[in-house]
């Protein structure tokens, strides 16, 4: 069934949106999705019935069977990754783009903001454009007339009002398109990452701006790729994989389920008795032939809890004899490629004295504070001098699983305290054990 859009939702009076079973499919090939397009309109118009359930050559699902309903003053998180689904869902919700099958009811207005300047005809000028949009949410002249001064004044471009929108930059564009779909008091308010554009004083005006909405009723669809976002905003998360609904519930439980699927280790390291190669380079006077991550009792691991002890042990074997006085060098990034901890012995102050036949080396870390982080060592073996690169290796993977209420990149301890105002010039005294 296509989506129908009703002022009326027999079940629940509190549901302001529901959605039932929702699919949409699209065409890799631009020639045989105009040639569907036009197969499809010719059996619409001569009354025959187009073939939802299956996909024909080149056709994939970009949303397949999805429900949910959105009650009065909620907030929903679209959670996924890149290709998900998210905005095709949203844009189903709009009324953009028609549902394949499956059926969606809104009641109230929507506003939306789902990508930058939708919405917007760009030879028309911004405030043109204003009564458009007012016009689309059922306005009339006279309701926008009342709003379009404090439209105008959040969006900062007063000067620009009268220019074409097609001249305005994407700040511009944004800052227009959020105070459009802000200020006529919809009832349901979709936004797609509107939180991660504009300056920074532009989103501390978005969030004050959502938190009133809020505090009035206002329902939203929020889609963010910044879980602090999701966390601080959602009631519940709608996590999509492929078009289809992996997890529909509380939002800590789906963003914890997202940032592990984010952070799966392909089997890198054997635990199979074999030999992990990893890619290498140097002189080879020495060489490490194994390199894997411990706990303290020796057994190997791929994976830790955010703050646990790991072990990086290397076995080694001299090839052309004793390596006086070397440098152990280890660098950690994150999926990023960002360098997440760099050190050495030397840096440390600790001599490896000489290496020689064979041994294994070991760098204990009490605590690795890294939050919902897939680690990757580099390691690299100097002589004494860091003249001569004896070996390098990297590509050791450690997943380190960190809780879903924090979601920085590294979870450290804190303590939160409040003084007197008497007592401020006093020294605060932080307990050893926090850091």
């Given at each position: 069934?296509?989506?129908?859009?009703?002022?009326?939702?027999?079940?629940?009076?509190?549901?302001?949106?529901?959605?039932?079973?929702?699919?949409?499919?699209?065409?890799?090939?631009?020639?045989?999705?105009?040639?569907?397009?036009?197969?499809?309109?010719?059996?619409?118009?001569?009354?025959?019935?187009?073939?939802?359930?299956?996909?024909?050559?080149?056709?994939?699902?970009?949303?397949?069977?999805?429900?949910?309903?959105?009650?009065?003053?909620?907030?929903?998180?679209?959670?996924?990754?890149?290709?998900?689904?998210?905005?095709?869902?949203?844009?189903?919700?709009?009324?953009?783009?028609?549902?394949?099958?499956?059926?969606?009811?809104?009641?109230?207005?929507?506003?939306?903001?789902?990508?930058?300047?939708?919405?917007?005809?760009?030879?028309?000028?911004?405030?043109?454009?204003?009564?458009?949009?007012?016009?689309?949410?059922?306005?009339?002249?006279?309701?926008?007339?009342?709003?379009?001064?404090?439209?105008?004044?959040?969006?900062?471009?007063?000067?620009?009002?009268?220019?074409?929108?097609?001249?305005?930059?994407?700040?511009?564009?944004?800052?227009?398109?959020?105070?459009?779909?802000?200020?006529?008091?919809?009832?349901?308010?979709?936004?797609?990452?509107?939180?991660?554009?504009?300056?920074?004083?532009?989103?501390?005006?978005?969030?004050?701006?959502?938190?009133?909405?809020?505090?009035?009723?206002?329902?939203?669809?929020?889609?963010?790729?910044?879980?602090?976002?999701?966390?601080?905003?959602?009631?519940?998360?709608?996590?999509?994989?492929?078009?289809?609904?992996?997890?529909?519930?509380?939002?800590?439980?789906?963003v914890e389920m997202l940032l592990k699927d984010m952070m799966i280790v392909q089997p890198t390291n054997?635990?199979?008795?074999?030999?992990?190669?990893?890619?290498?380079?140097?002189?080879?006077?020495?060489?490490?032939?194994?390199?894997?991550?411990?706990?303290?009792?020796?057994?190997?691991?791929?994976?830790?809890?955010?703050?646990?002890?790991?072990?990086?042990?290397?076995?080694?074997?001299?090839?052309?004899?004793?390596?006086?006085?070397?440098?152990?060098?280890?660098?950690?990034?994150?999926?990023?490629g960002d360098a997440w901890f760099h050190g050495s012995n030397k840096i440390s102050g600790v001599d490896?004295?000489?290496?020689?036949?064979?041994?294994?080396?070991?760098?204990?870390?009490?605590?690795?504070?890294?939050?919902?982080?897939?680690?990757?060592?580099?390691?690299?073996?100097?002589?004494?001098?860091?003249?001569?690169?004896?070996?390098?290796?990297?590509?050791?993977?450690?997943?380190?699983?960190?809780?879903?209420?924090?979601?920085?990149?590294?979870?450290?301890?804190?303590?939160?305290?409040?003084?007197?105002?008497?007592?401020?010039?006093?020294?605060?005294?932080?307990?050893?054990?926090?850091?």
């Amino acid at each position: 069934m296509s989506s129908t859009s009703t002022n009326s939702i027999n079940t629940d009076s509190e549901v302001l949106a529901r959605v039932e079973g929702v699919s949409k499919k699209f065409c890799r090939s631009l020639k045989r999705s105009l040639w569907y397009g036009l197969k499809d309109m010719a059996a619409e118009a001569t009354g025959g019935s187009r073939n939802h359930d299956r996909l024909r050559l080149d056709e994939f699902w970009a949303v397949n069977g999805v429900s949910f309903k959105l009650r009065h003053g909620e907030c929903l998180g679209l959670i996924g990754g890149n290709g998900a689904g998210k905005t095709t869902l949203l844009k189903m919700l709009n009324g953009l783009i028609k549902p394949d099958k499956g059926e969606i009811e809104m009641r109230g207005r929507v506003g939306a903001l789902i990508a930058l300047g939708a919405g917007f005809n760009p030879i028309l000028t911004g405030r043109e454009n204003i009564y458009v949009n007012g016009s689309v949410l059922g306005l009339t002249k006279r309701e926008v007339d009342e709003k379009i001064e404090e439209i105008i004044d959040f969006a900062e471009i007063r000067e620009f009002i009268d220019s074409p929108v097609q001249s305005y930059s994407s700040g511009m564009a944004v800052r227009l398109g959020f105070a459009v779909a802000s200020s006529l008091n919809p009832d349901i308010l979709l936004l797609d990452e509107v939180l991660a554009v504009g300056d920074m004083q532009f989103q501390a005006k978005c969030l004050n701006t959502l938190g009133k909405m809020r505090s009035k009723g206002s329902s939203f669809i929020l889609v963010s790729h910044s879980m602090v976002n999701i966390t601080r905003y959602c009631d519940h998360v709608l996590y999509l994989k492929k078009g289809q609904i992996a997890y529909s519930g509380r939002t800590e439980q789906g963003v914890e389920m997202l940032l592990k699927d984010m952070m799966i280790v392909q089997p890198t390291n054997e635990h199979d008795g074999k030999t992990h190669k990893m890619e290498e380079a140097g002189s080879f006077a020495v060489v490490i032939e194994e390199a894997y991550f411990a706990t303290g009792k020796g057994e190997r691991v791929n994976e830790i809890a955010c703050g646990e002890s790991v072990n990086l042990v290397l076995h080694y074997r001299c090839r052309k004899g004793p390596v006086v006085n070397p440098v152990l060098e280890v660098v950690l990034r994150d999926q990023t490629g960002d360098a997440w901890f760099h050190g050495s012995n030397k840096i440390s102050g600790v001599d490896l004295a000489e290496l020689r036949d064979t041994g294994r080396l070991t760098v204990a870390f009490p605590s690795l504070p890294a939050n919902n982080q897939v680690l990757s060592a580099a390691i690299a073996l100097w002589d004494s001098s860091m003249d001569e690169l004896i070996y390098w290796c990297r590509g050791l993977k450690l997943r380190v699983v960190g809780h879903p209420s924090s979601t920085g990149r590294v979870r450290i301890e804190c303590q939160w305290l409040k003084q007197p105002v008497q007592d401020t010039s006093r020294d605060i005294c932080v307990p050893d054990n926090v850091c």
